[in-house]
């Protein structure tokens, strides 16, 4: 079976593991104390052009979420979200039993605009009872989103603004934020980001690292005492140079490093399954310019790849046919994406 059911199927990529394995024995503090954090962090506040910025390195995308969550908002508080954002739909409550209750908003193509935010403010604040309400205090999004569409430059500029006005702070998920980057359109970049948004994480554990997110608080706000939280949370990885280390083989080289030059092939492979879906007439659910990809296909078509592929199934659409999702990762292999293809153009 081949595999196009998510981005991390795989382990790590190999120039990690080398790295890994040659520092295996030096001995470093815990917690992320160490001097490999210290220097990984560096790299990562000048690739943001954020030298004032805290970067933790995390374990996982939800503690991520969690953690930043649980620490920005009072017990009467929320965070607002699209209703296909993870932390609505993929993380099994998981915000919920920090106390804090996700706002979800309507969003057909999984992005937030800053009139809709603006808007739920504005209905909030003008009902006379809000005080019986949850109070919005963030808004929530991923880039890419869950459906892999990406914000602009100008799109997340106005949520900024929003969100500034009112009183919110803005958290990216940046789970895949390396394929979001990458993709084509795209405008936005890590300074821009930073400067934006009060918090955000490059995402590691589907981008070619074993494990581990690294999460950037540029909001003074967010800081103080924000690794007590990691803490209660069970985030602090004891041996965190371990993430240290994968973040320093992905980062090391910048904008023409390992992160960015993976990104960029696992969207190259997902737009040859694109063209192939579009070759044969199948219409997309989504646009998507990343490394996820939403093609309409008829049932029968499904039951056939499914024979030889592994992919998700997303919805129902009709009566006959169904949104799937293909996803390729960094270690996506061309031969198998030229054997889905070359399968799809004979159905």
Not at 5 to 21: F, N, R, V
């Amino acid at each position: 079976m081949i595999q196009f059911q998510c981005d991390y199927c795989e382990g790590a990529h190999p120039a990690i593991l080398k790295l890994l394995t040659e520092t295996n024995l030096v001995q470093q503090p815990g917690y992320g104390e160490d001097p490999v954090c210290r220097q990984a962090a560096e790299t990562i506040r000048a690739l943001c052009a954020a030298p004032d910025a805290d970067v933790h390195f995390m374990v996982g995308g939800t503690p991520c979420n969690l953690t930043v969550i649980a620490a920005a908002l009072r017990p009467y508080q929320g965070v607002i979200s699209a209703d296909t954002g993870h932390i609505n739909v993929h993380e099994s409550g998981a915000i919920e039993a920090t106390g804090h209750k996700v706002l979800a908003l309507s969003s057909p193509d999984g992005k937030l605009t800053a009139e809709q935010v603006a808007q739920f403010c504005r209905t909030y604040w003008a009902d006379e009872t809000h005080t019986h309400m949850v109070q919005p205090k963030m808004v929530y999004i991923s880039n890419p989103t869950e459906i892999g569409t990406i914000y602009s430059r100008a799109e997340l500029t106005a949520l900024s603004g929003v969100c500034r006005e009112n009183g919110l702070y803005l958290y990216m998920d940046g789970a895949r934020l390396g394929y979001g980057l990458t993709a084509r359109g795209c405008d936005l970049d890590l300074p821009a980001i930073a400067a934006l948004c009060d918090a955000f994480y490059i995402g590691g554990t589907k981008q070619g690292a074993l494990l581990g997110e690294a999460l950037v608080l540029t909001s003074d706000a967010l800081k103080a005492d924000f690794r007590y939280m990691i803490k209660r949370q069970g985030g602090l990885l004891a041996k965190g140079w371990l993430i240290g280390r994968q973040f320093e083989a992905l980062l090391k080289d910048g904008l023409d490093g390992l992160y960015f030059s993976l990104a960029r092939h696992a969207n190259r492979m997902a737009e040859k399954i694109a063209g192939a879906c579009r070759q044969k007439g199948f219409s997309f659910l989504i646009d998507s310019p990343t490394n996820q990809q939403f093609p309409i296909l008829p049932d029968d078509a499904c039951q056939k790849l499914a024979q030889k592929y592994s992919f998700a199934y997303w919805s129902r659409v009709d009566e006959s046919h169904s949104a799937v999702r293909f996803c390729t990762s960094w270690a996506t292999g061309e031969q198998s994406v030229d054997a889905l293809c070359a399968d799809i153009a004979g159905l």
